[in-house]
Structure formats: structure tokens, C-alpha cells
Nanobody, 114 residues
Framework: VQLQASGGGLVQAGGSLRLSCAASGPNMLYAGVAWYRQAPGTERELVAQQFSGGGTVYADSVKGRFTISRDSVKKMVYLQMHSLKPEDTAVYYC?????????WGQGTQVTVSS
């Protein structure tokens, strides 16, 4: 499984971005997907997770602002981010979990200016 994240960039506070993650490999229909982020000097944190059954979990800091989704036919995972804040600045990583193993993509930088 290979994951390729894109869509990061520089945005002003209050703006929006949509991150995309293209997955190659086996069918992702029954896989769990997630987005993590890591800011300089901090530990990596889970931002959003979608289970194979469709249920979602969000970090408290992004609830109501971020939405995780997937297109299993296109093998894409998305993170729609609204009302961005400077504290959302980080490298964002997508992951895919299948057959008990979590695969990681390279990160994409999101920078939110105040």
C-alpha cells in the first residue's frame, strides 16, 4: 500500500483547505483511514479517523471544522478543513489500516497565518 498526500499550503486564518490522499494497492473498502498531524516540537496527534463501517472520530480541537471522507472507488481519502486557525499549522499525514497494519504516507505541510 502506498499513500500520496497533497493539498497542503499556506492559508490565512479563517480559510479552508482540502487535503487529498491517493492510495494504491488493495481494495480500501474495508480499511480504516485517518489523518494525523505533527507541529514542530510536538507529538504526532490523531486529527480524524474513519472506520471501515463509516463511523468517524475527531480530535476535540477540530470538531465541527474538519471532515474526513473517502471515495473507495477512486481510492482517495480527504480531509476538508474549514475555519482554519494558526494552531492548525502542522505537517498532515494520511494513514490506511488494513489486515491489522497501518500504512503511512508522506506528509503535506499546512501553514495557517494569523
Amino acid at each position: 500500500v502506498q499513500l500520496q498526500a497533497s493539498g497542503g499550503g499556506l492559508v490565512q486564518a479563517g480559510g479552508s483547505l482540502r487535503l487529498s490522499c491517493a492510495a494504491s494497492g488493495p481494495n480500501m473498502l474495508y480499511a480504516g483511514v485517518a489523518w494525523y498531524r505533527q507541529a514542530p516540537g510536538t507529538e504526532r496527534e490523531l486529527v480524524a479517523q474513519q472506520f471501515s463501517g463509516g463511523g468517524t472520530v475527531y480530535a476535540d480541537s477540530v470538531k465541527g471544522r474538519f471532515t474526513i471522507s473517502r471515495d473507495s472507488v477512486k481510492k482517495m481519502v480527504y480531509l476538508q478543513m474549514h475555519s482554519l486557525k494558526p494552531e492548525d499549522t502542522a505537517v498532515y499525514y494520511c494513514t490506511l489500516t488494513t489486515w491489522g497494519r497501518e500504512y503511512w504516507g508522506q506528509g503535506t505541510q499546512v501553514t495557517v497565518s494569523s
